[in-house]
T-cell receptor
Framework: GAVVSQHPSWVICKSGTSVKIECRSLDFQATTMFWYRQFPKQSLMLMATSNEGSKATYEQGVEKDKFLINHASLTLSTLTVTSAHPEDSSFYIC?????????????FGPGTRLLVL | GNSVTQMEGPVTLSEEAFLTINCTYTATGYPSLFWYVQYPGEGLQLLLKATKADDKGSNKGFEATYRKETTSFHLEKGSVQVSDSAVYFCALFEAGGTSYGKLTFGQGTILTVHP
């Protein structure tokens, strides 16, 4: 299947700093990517839908000024956590939508673990 | 809105035991249903899917049947292996409207298989 990578795989930062997470589709083009947040022992919560060349669509309750999303190319979306605080510590997972073939499939990245001190 | 409910875990089984993980859903239309698996330290992988009522998805010995009358999509495997230890997520996808392209996940079920 198609491969989606995330970088970094984990990051520790100080409170008040900003952190950028990259999501790349390695062998297909993705006009749409999704960003999720996963708390320990909990399910994935969709944060936003990232569309190439346009603004992201945020889910209700997600602060768009806090979680900046940029989808500047067909293979790269970035999530920037601005002015991070300890409550932003979480596991962030992206997925990319692949339209090739006869079906649409979402492929997931391995996730990025963020710890804000 | 859409929702997915999975049986609470963790589930602990011995190798070669029979596995069932229950999943029920609520949706406004006619969703597609999925099971994803997440191995330690890895991203989610699609395990199987079904796109309409009475469809059976199957892969790697796992099966699930789309039951519209009971709004269920229970995951089963006749004989589990240690390598099946992972977190399993049930999810639904509803085309059209504001939910297009969005997956709604259940809370996940941790499966541990002992030798």
């Amino acid at each position: 299947g198609a491969v989606v990578s995330q970088h970094p795989s984990w990051v520790i930062c100080k409170s008040g700093t900003s952190v950028k997470i990259e999501c790349r589709s390695l062998d297909f083009q993705a006009t749409t990517m999704f960003w999720y947040r996963q708390f320990p022992k909990q399910s994935l919560m969709l944060m936003a839908t990232s569309n190439e060349g346009s603004k992201a669509t945020y889910e209700q309750g997600v602060e768009k000024d806090k979680f900046l999303i940029n989808h500047a190319s067909l293979t790269l979306s970035t999530l920037t956590v601005t002015s991070a605080h300890p409550e932003d510590s979480s596991f962030y997972i992206c997925s990319a939508r692949d339209y090739s073939g006869y079906q649409e499939t979402q492929y997931f990245g391995p996730g990025t673990r963020l710890l804000v001190l | 809105g859409n929702s997915v409910t999975q049986m609470e875990g963790p589930v602990t089984l011995s190798e070669e035991a029979f596995l069932t993980i229950n999943c029920t859903y609520t949706a406004t239309g006619y969703p597609s249903l999925f099971w994803y698996v997440q191995y330690p330290g890895e991203g989610l992988q699609l395990l199987l899917k079904a796109t309409k009522a009475d469809d059976k998805g199957s892969n790697k010995g796992f099966e699930a049947t789309y039951r519209k009358e009971t709004t269920s999509f229970h995951l089963e495997k006749g004989s589990v292996q240690v390598s099946d230890s992972a977190v399993y997520f049930c999810a639904l996808f509803e085309a059209g409207g504001t939910s297009y392209g969005k997956l709604t996940f259940g809370q996940g079920t941790i499966l541990t298989v002992h030798p």
